[in-house]
């Protein structure tokens, strides 16, 4: 294998980090109320953040209706080597050996807190039917930053990505239309979305296999670190129906978004590491390049039921689903800052991730103790679309269980809401994420660099607190 087939193979690996799951961790926590509920919002229709839950409920509000809130997100990550014995590759010159292996030492992530903002608003124009809204969140973010001598470094070190939707929707009154609505309410509501994303995205490169031509150098490695962002517009149906009194149903339907991410990939070497890159790479000059990449945003929907047949009781039942399908590789290209000139020796096949389906059933319970005060609870489970052949450590998805708490005050035109959920979940990592073999050859590069695997378990605990303000004028 010459430079060409070297630099494939490195920056194939060196891609892995842009497997950053920016369409796996979908969050649906955009309301102190919802968060307090275990998002059990799509069938009630008393709070302006239904531009995102159900925009067809927004008909059941008056007047103008205004929210402002922020959700805290503090996550943490740990990682335990599997048990088993580790593999290992010995890499011989001269007589000489250097033992590498996949992961052997235990890791947590970096403390690392976020504030995502919610902002509604809704207009009733009077004497219509029609509801106006505008909506600002948003549902897919992730950030996770291991430390950079960790045994899953050469997968991942950093992922931060974050998305802006910026959704439009008229909602229209069909029972009051059609003169139906003390019996039955009815409503539909359309809308747009522009969305917005940027991403960071690092990880090191293993350079260790290289060690046999030069032997006076030890644990040579580099890091990449790439930061683009991207645009992308969608669209998004609703329907809410009620029973006064008694029970609601509602259901949304929001498009997938295709994102054509755009940015810069920079790289830095160790001392060892520089001397491959030297005599061996090659890398762009300057050791920076543009960089590609589409991420297709998955289709996804949400069904509500509420029970409303006692006064100041609402019991609602929630299932979220998502189509990450549209998600089944990854494909980095690379341009060498001239895209009429493509560098053809950072070329890689892309990735395959194969992800399924994820889905979400919560159940959620608000208590009003008087006109001013209520309480909520909810219990939700969530199942995760990430396949066991291409789990990695850039997000360690897994089946999560939600335990949620809140509470609000509402007042003649202010309402103030609080709500927290604490998420556990733990999965095991058992597969070649990280390393590269082909068995049918016999030389180095046959076995590729070493990497690691990081092949474990992987525990995660996350703590959200939500608050929310709104006035109705």
Known sequence: MGKTGLMAVLVYLATGVADAHAIGFMQYEH???????????????????????NPAALTELDGLQLQLGTTGILPFVSYQPADEPRDRSYLSHDNREVMVNDGENDAETKVRGYTPVHLFASWAIPDTGVTVAYGLFSPFGLGIFWPGDWDGRFITTETDLATFFNQANVAVDVARLLGFKKHFKLSVAAGY????????????????????????????????????????????????????????????????VRLDFSGTARFW?????????????????????NGKVTIDLPWNMNFGLAFLG?????????????????????????????????????AADPMKTNWGTGWQ???GVEYRLTEAWA?????????????????????????????CLGGGWRGDWLKVDLGYMLVLWDDDKDNDVGGYDNPEGDTLFDKG????????????LVHLLALTLSARF
């Open 375 to 403: 309480v909520r609870a909810g219990y939700g489970t969530v199942f995760s679309p990430v396949p066991d052949e291409t789990y990695d450590p850039s997000l360690p998805d897994g089946r999560r269980d939600m335990y």
């Open 310 to 346: 006692v006064e100041d009781l609402i019991i609602a039942l929630d299932l979220w689903i998502a189509f990450f399908e549209s998600y089944d590789e990854l494909d980095l290209r690379f341009s060498c800052l001239d895209d009429e000139d493509p560098c053809s020796d950072l």
């Open 449 to 460: 660099n070493p990497n690691g695997k990081a092949n474990g378990r992987y525990s995660t």
């Open 269 to 289: 070497f160790n001392p060892a590491g520089q001397v491959v890159r030297d005599n061996l790479l090659d890398f762009p000059e300057g050791d920076k390049t």
């Open 193 to 256: 979305d522009f969305v917005y994303a940027t991403a960071l995205l690092a990880r090191r490169i293993d350079l260790r296999a290289t060690e046999v031509f030069y032997p006076d150098i030890d644990d040579p490695w580099g890091e990449m670190k790439m930061e683009g962002n991207a645009t992308g517009h969608g669209w998004n149906l609703a329907l809410y129906a009620e029973i006064p009194k008694l029970l609601a149903f509602g259901a949304s339907l929001r498009s997938g």
């Open 361 to 363: 059933l919560s159940l």
């Open 31 to 53: 309301n102190a109320s919802a968060t307090g509920m275990a998002d059990c919002r799509t069938a009630v229709a008393d709070d302006v953040s239904a531009v995102f839950y």
